[in-house]
């Protein structure tokens, strides 16, 4: 042993039959199934499914997943008294790590095979209470248990904006939901499977990977995405920018670029469309206006260097134009993943536990004679 792989790249931490992906060919798929088609025709509930039990739901499987959905909303109410007692200005992503952390405290179960599973639902569950309420509490308004419905993601917008969402925003939602539900191995999930080796509780393992998920490397890009949106502000200075921000500086374009797609990461193209649909207000359609734009500017640029949109690039248009402030993007995206995060672990505990504990390559001195303080110049 005696080369660091920087970043762990192409180390494989785990096998699994949960995600495939071709970064080459920009190919994603969960349990075989091409992840267009999956968006196309699932609800979010059917993916449940699949990457809990290993298949999609027969009717009867679906309506039981559902029913555990439905039952597992409440959350305790100190957490609502903690997260109103936080600054208005708290940090979202800050306020949902302190409550998986509290659900950590009340809900600290030991792991066991037949429980596992459905321990995992009641979380899928509860994260939607915690996310939609996250939003309520930063905006003033009182929070509230969700009233079950028929589907997860209606549920969802009907708690944090206590109207009736159109179909075209639960299709949209649910559309989110499923883009995002698992990408096999990222810096967030193999977060939670270095807590999950420990044999952790599954909510202690939530808090690690929301850690992870929060940098602007990560989950935190939509948000710095549409940033740069804002920031460019106007078609007409889409150039200037680049040119000077891009180029000139060398920043990073946000959404753009990945460890393991060498194209164009195929949840873009959907997102794309899906803000395309939904984008329906004069400044929803300008900030769509722009990043389409900058995408074109992007891809000339980098297509050499194999750099393309990523799944962050858009999603902030559909988040937005559902009417979520930029503060929120990031818990969204933790809200659908946190079903990949507890599949994974679920997978690597019950099928292939071992501790994860790597070697540091030592590269100090081998050793020295000790020096008393007085001694030391
Ligand atoms: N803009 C400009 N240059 C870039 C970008 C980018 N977005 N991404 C990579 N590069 C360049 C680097 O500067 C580097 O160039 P060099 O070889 O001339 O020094 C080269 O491409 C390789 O970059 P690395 O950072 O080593 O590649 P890595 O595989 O670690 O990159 C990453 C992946 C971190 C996502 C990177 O592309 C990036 O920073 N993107 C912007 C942030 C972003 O959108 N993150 C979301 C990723 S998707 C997700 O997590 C859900």
């Known amino acids: 042993m005696s080369e660091v792989s920087k970043g762990l790249e192409n180390v494989f931490i785990k096998a699994t039959s949960l995600t495939y992906i071709d970064g080459e060919a920009g190919i994603l798929r969960y349990g075989g199934y091409d992840i267009n088609d999956l968006v196309e025709n699932c609800e979010y509930e059917e993916i449940i499914h699949l990457m809990l039990f290993g298949d999609l739901p027969t009717a009867s499987q679906l309506q039981k997943i559902k029913e555990k959905i439905n039952e597992s909303y409440n959350v305790p109410y100190q957490v609502f008294e903690v997260l109103e007692k936080l600054p208005h200005d708290a940090d979202a992503v800050g306020m949902l790590e302190t409550a998986f952390s509290m659900l950590s405290s009340f809900y600290n179960y030991p792991w066991k095979k037949d429980e596992n599973k459905w321990r995992a639902i009641e979380i899928i569950a509860k994260t939607s209470t915690l996310v939609s309420n996250i939003y309520r509490i930063k905006e003033g308004l009182r929070p509230r248990l969700p009233e079950p419905s028929d589907s997860y993601a209606r549920t969802f917008l009907e708690t944090a904006f206590s109207r009736k969402p159109s179909d075209e925003e639960v299709k949209a939602m649910n559309a989110t939901l499923i883009i995002y539900a698992d990408h096999e191995v990222p810096a967030s999930t193999t977060a939670a499977l270095v807590t999950a080796s420990t044999l952790s509780d599954m909510y202690s393992c939530m808090v690690s990977a929301l850690a992870a998920l929060k940098g602007p490397l990560h989950g935190g890009a939509a948000e710095a995405t549409f940033e740069q ?78 750099i393309y949109p990523n799944v962050d690039f858009y999603s902030g248009i559909v988040f937005y134009s559902l009417g979520f402030p930029e503060y929120m993007f990031t818990t969204l995206f933790a809200l659908s993943r946190v079903l990949g995060w507890l599949a994974h672990i679920i997978e690597y505990v019950e099928e292939q536990h071992r501790l994860i504990r790597p070697r540091a390559l030592y590269v100090g001195p081998i050793k020295r004679d000790f020096i008393p303080l007085k001694y030391r110049e």
């Open 229 to 306: 949106l804002k920031e460019i502000g106007d078609e007409s200075k889409i150039e200037e920018w680049f040119d000077r921000k891009i180029i000139k500086e060398k920043n990073r374009l946000m959404g753009f670029g990945h460890r393991v797609y060498k194209t164009y990461d195929p949840r873009a193209k959907i997102f794309k469309k899906y803000a395309e649909e939904i984008a329906k207000t004069p400044e929803a359609k300008k900030y769509l206006r722009i990043a389409t734009k900058l995408e074109e500017l992007g891809i000339k640029h980098f297509a050499e260097k194999r």
